[in-house]
């Protein structure tokens, strides 16, 4: 799943958004980050070009994703790590940071409090998450396609989970039951571009928790075909861009 995710994914849905963390993050000047949820390093890439006086640990609750990323952005720390339960002292970081992580986080405010803990007075807690389905170009192709393919019951992951923490007041709602105080909250949407609609496809198909339902069928590589053929009939052959719209937030502790 790594290797997938970082060959199709990575360059179009989340590198454009990685730049955007990057810049906001800097503009805080921290001396000591702390990122969640960093997968294989797009957001981490990012940050220490940013922040080169900066120290940064990578965590991931995957260890295969803190494998990968480790081996791609040797220059922070990585270390094995779950969000609700942080390995680290009171007040280390100045800034936690975390790209499209806490839709998957199982207790928010849980996890939203272990962050104030690790923040020092006054540090700040960045993060994104992705708006509705309907507002990814990528994703909602993605969607339409495999319903169409699986009419006896797609998987409706990418609905529940990445795209399912959407509503900023219920966001803030959390931030405020961990103790941390919401800032900012802006609305963006940026450009993705992949290689073809078939990328995009296979990476959603065995880069993401779907290749579970998907992979173990006998007819998974019907499917496959299936869905890039009508991705493709949607966002077009050839390299194709496609909006993806987001969320960032910023919240302090006091």
Known sequence: MPDA?????????????????????????PGR???????????????????PGASVVATDLNDAMVAAGSAREPGAEWRQAD???????????????????VMFFPDRPAAYAEVRRVLAPHGHFLFNSWGPLASHGFGAAFQTALEEAMPDGAPSFL???PHGYTDPATVTADLTTAGLTPTATEQLTLPGTADSAASV????????PVSATVGVRDDAQAIQAAVTRR???????????APMTATVYTARRD
């Open 5 to 29: 995710y970082e060959r199709h994914l990575v360059p179009v849905f989340f590198r454009p958004f990685a730049a955007d963390l990057a810049g906001r993050a800097a503009a805080l000047r």
């Open 33 to 51: 980050v702390l990122e969640l949820a960093a997968g294989t390093g797009a957001l981490t890439s990012a940050l220490l070009a940013a922040l």
């Open 83 to 101: 969000a609700q339960r942080l390995p680290f002292g009171d007040g280390d970081f100045d800034l936690v940071v975390c790209q499209f992580g």
């Open 159 to 161: 609905d529940d989970v």
């Open 201 to 208: 496809a296979t990476g959603l198909l065995t880069g993401t």
């Open 231 to 241: 991705m493709t009939d949607l966002l077009g052959s050839g390299p194709v861009t």
